[in-house]
Structure formats: C-alpha cells, structure tokens
C-alpha cells in the first residue's frame, strides 16, 4: 500500500513535490493546497508553536521511544506533538482506518469535492482541536480514506512523511496477522 500511502501523503496533505499520477489533475490538487497551506501554517503558529515547548516542559525526557496512544483515532497530530522523539506510536481507533487504496479510484470531479470536505473537515480540527463522532462518520464515507488523511496531515505538519503503510487483523492469540490483498 506504499504507493497510494505516498499519493495521498502528496494529494490530501500537499506533502512533498512528487510527481502526480497521471490520472491526478494537477489543477485540483493546486487549488486544494493553495488553500490548505494557510490553515496548516495557521495552526502551526496559533496552537503548535506554543503548545510543543509547553509538552516538552511537562513530558519527561526519560520515556520509551515506542508509544500506545489508545483511543486517539486521528489524532497522531496531537501524539506527534506531544511525543515528538517517539520512534514508534500505535493508535487505536474506534472508527475504520479506511481504504489507502481508494485514491486509485476516485474520479476527477469526485476527488475536487472529496479535497474540499476533508480540507473543510481538517481545518475545523485545527482550529478546534477535536473531532466529533458524526463528522468522523461523514468524512470515511466522502471517497477518501478519512482516518488515514488526518494522519497523513499529521505527518505533513511535523515535517514527517509516510515510509510504508501496513494493514493487519488482530488473531485471537493476540498476534497480528499483515494483510496485502484486502483490508
């Protein structure tokens, strides 16, 4: 799933300058991230700026770099903010992650307003810093994967960016069970 982690990384998070998929219309992915630059550098200054030096000044220095941030959903954002030296965060969600692959699929004029709901979806959480169940709801059911693009948001605007992405079931004993061909 690395490759449709990475276009949405570029296409939803206007992260990095790779090229896009042919069947990506430039055009639309310009205009979102036109836009979806300012609310990113607005909560970069208004809630990021002032709230990491804060985190750093009461989160001991001594943690495990390996985090559980249970019941966070999308909020890797907040997590990458308040452990910033983590080399390993595992969130649990009760919503659906989603589909990474569903970029691959939308068409053009689907993909304009899918942008448009989640950039309106994601600068509301930035500006208020939570998410209510219902428009967590309506965001997994826009085309895009909606889980997936607040995380991928998250890495955008802590200067990260995804390396691979990875779906598994928990077994019965525990252990995990890594799937490639569905999700």
Known sequence: FDTQAKTLFRVVACG?????PERIPAKI??????AFEKIIAEYQSKWLDKA???LASIVPADLPDRVLYPFGGSDLITALATFPDAREIT???LEKSGDVRAIDK???EDLAKSLKENRDHLTF???SAFHKTVDLKAIAENGLPGEIVDDMVALRVHDR???TMRYFKIKEDGSLEYVA???
Do not use: M, Y
């Open 16 to 20: 990095g300058s790779d090229a896009l």
């Open 29 to 34: 992915v310009d205009a979102h991230c036109a």
């Open 52 to 54: 990491q030096p804060f």
């Open 91 to 93: 969130i649990i969600s």
């Open 106 to 108: 939308l068409k053009p």
């Open 125 to 127: 959480l930035l500006r």
């Open 161 to 163: 960016a995804p390396l």
């Open 181 to 183: 061909d569905h999700v």
